[in-house]
């Protein structure tokens, strides 16, 4: 086989290889394993409440698309069609109590059910925001 | 006196009674949906805010940004870095009214048509805009829906040349909420 055959075979091998890794690495890569990260922030539930109606430009630098890692005792348990929210309420607003809200990952829905919410409770998850109500953390897990 | 203690109970009445007007929920569903021949994207939220005041039509959402789910982690890297750009503009809302409230009987079951109009908020631009949906009343809650098309270019989101194919000029936006009373 001539020499220019051999080289162009190697390159187009090459060139397959990395399309698939790009594809698998980079296109396709998973979502984060947001219940296996290390939290960013470790606070209690009502001071990140806190921060954000105090100064909400300060603490969205802060903890926006951060994983955190709240505790507190919980006001109640809800569920939304597939989704399961830990309610972390402090205080009433025009719409009703305010606070954090945590939606748990599928996998934690029934460990958080289990859980008696009269103690305190340690979660974490992907923080999004505050939408002028609540604090919206989503992932969440138990950490406790 | 008797007078002052009727004005109080009439007063409080009126204040009780214009809170029971206030549906709302913090579960309501947003979709987004762009479809190109290069590939369909679509993106979900389910922590959207959204409250309806039966008795004026005013009508509220607000959404994060950073908690639209899409179904590839490097679609959702893009969507917030570089298009939305959620760490300057964490959140979209609608501000406006159903102008046509006074014909759906919040309290009898049926569907409604709507017709909304207001003020929607996206990256930090903010559009009037002016859109049909339907409320359907069942057992006291207050079913939203509503569909309709947002041009990306109208609220200033640039979508960079090497992926200008794979974007949709106008994104299909749909709003499902499901309303309690307050």
């Given at each position: 086989m001539k020499k220019w055959i051999k080289v162009l075979a190697v390159l187009a091998i090459i060139g397959i290889i990395a399309a698939v890794l790009v594809f698998k690495f980079v296109y396709n890569k998973p979502h984060p394993d947001f219940e296996k990260k290390k939290a960013d922030y470790s606070l209690m539930a009502k001071e990140l409440y806190e921060s954000y109606k105090m100064d909400e430009t300060a603490a969205a630098d802060k903890f926006n698309g951060k994983v955190v890692e709240v505790s507190g005792t919980l006001s109640k348990v809800e569920t939304s069609g597939e989704l399961v929210i830990a309610v972390f309420e402090f205080e009433d607003g025009m719409f009703g109590p305010e606070g954090v809200r945590v939606t748990m990952l599928p996998n934690q829905n029934d460990a958080l059910k289990a859980v008696d919410i009269t103690g305190e409770i340690v979660l974490k998850g992907f923080c999004t925001g505050y939408n002028g109500v609540d604090v919206i953390i989503e992932k969440g897990s138990l950490v406790n | 006196m008797r007078i002052s203690v009727v004005l109080i109970f009439a007063l409080l009445f009126s204040i009780n009674n214009s809170f029971a007007q206030k549906y709302m929920t913090k579960n309501g569903h947003i979709r987004f949906f762009s479809s190109t021949p290069l590939e369909n994207i679509e993106a979900h939220n389910r922590q959207v805010n959204s409250a309806l005041d039966?008795?004026?039509g005013d009508f509220v959402f607000k959404v994060l940004i950073k908690s639209f789910e899409f179904e590839k982690a490097l679609m959702q890297e893009h969507f917030n870095?570089?298009?939305?750009?959620s760490d300057k503009f964490p959140n979209a809302s609608f501000n406006g009214k159903v102008?046509?409230?006074?014909?759906?009987?919040?309290?009898?079951d049926g569907t409604y048509n709507a017709d909304v109009e207001g003020k929607l908020t996206i990256h930090g631009v903010t559009k009037d805009i002016k859109e049909k949906g339907t409320f359907t009343v069942k057992d006291g809650v207050i079913q939203g829906f509503s569909k309709f098309n947002v041009k990306v270019a109208d609220y200033e989101i640039k979508i960079p040349g090497a992926v200008v194919n794979n974007i949709a000029e106008s994104i299909e936006v749909t709003v499902d909420v499901k309303l309690e009373k307050l």
């Open positions: - | 039966v008795s004026t870095e570089n298009y939305m750009e102008t046509n409230i006074s014909s759906i009987t919040h309290t009898k």
